[in-house]
């Protein structure tokens, strides 16, 4: 009986091995599932590495908050310079198109007054080579015979023609009884007269007419001294 337990006893001690084996050999294989997780802890480690750049983004925003607000004063300050700048150009602008404008109302009143002046000086002429012809018309009316037909024509046609004269501004100047004017009159003689005052035109040899205030042609008379 004892050899028999013995017996048992080895067999069944050869057998724990056996078993143990077995077990050993099916635990094996779940090495490398912890080889797994281990070689899957470092990309969690990595993981872990990678949370603490999120004080350094808060960081960041400082930094941005800082840039931005430092952007803001120059951008505000540029565009400060930007308005400046504008505005000096729109005053010169304004300026220079008062000086246009103003130069431009000049050139219009100076060529107005040219205008007008060319008018006057090609009027004035006219007039001057009619005058000869009035003087003839007083000339001949001095020699007409009173009470006669013909004559009393040639009165009312002198009339008529004084009148069409006075209407364009064409008018005799007024000599006689009046005191010397050298801008109207033109002294060709000289008297001495007692009864008249000094320097009075007393005769009137040839009448001056004006045209719209320009002198066309000056009075010829005797003055006294």
Not at 30 to 43: F, G, L, R, Y
Not at 164 to 190: C, Q, R, S, W, Y
């Amino acid at each position: 009986m004892a050899e028999e337990n013995k017996t048992v006893s080895q067999e069944e001690t050869d057998e724990i091995p056996v078993t143990g084996g077995e077990e050993t050999e099916q635990e094996a294989p779940k090495e490398p599932e912890t080889a797994q997780t281990e070689e899957k802890a470092p990309e969690d480690g990595n993981k872990t590495e990678e949370t603490p750049e999120a004080p350094k983004e808060t960081g960041s925003d400082e930094d941005t908050a800082d840039g931005k607000s430092k952007t803001s004063f120059f951008g505000k300050k540029k565009k400060d310079k930007e308005k400046e700048k504008l505005t000096q150009q729109v005053e010169e602008l304004t300026d220079r198109l008062k000086r246009s404008m103003a130069e431009f109302d000049n050139y219009r009143k100076r060529t107005e007054k040219e205008k007008s002046s060319m008018y006057i000086i090609g009027a004035r002429d006219i007039v001057e080579k009619i005058l000869p012809v009035m003087d003839n018309f007083e000339r001949g009316m001095a020699q007409a015979p009173e009470e006669d037909a013909f004559a009393d024509g040639m009165r009312m046609i002198y009339k008529q023609l004084l009148t069409t004269m006075d209407g364009l501004g064409v008018k005799p100047i007024e000599a006689v009884g009046k005191e010397f004017n050298p801008d109207l009159h033109n002294a060709v003689m000289h008297v001495e007269d007692e009864s008249v005052g000094e320097n009075m035109v007393v005769e009137e040899l040839q009448k001056g007419y004006t045209y719209k205030d320009f002198v066309v042609r000056h009075s010829m008379v005797k003055v006294a001294n």
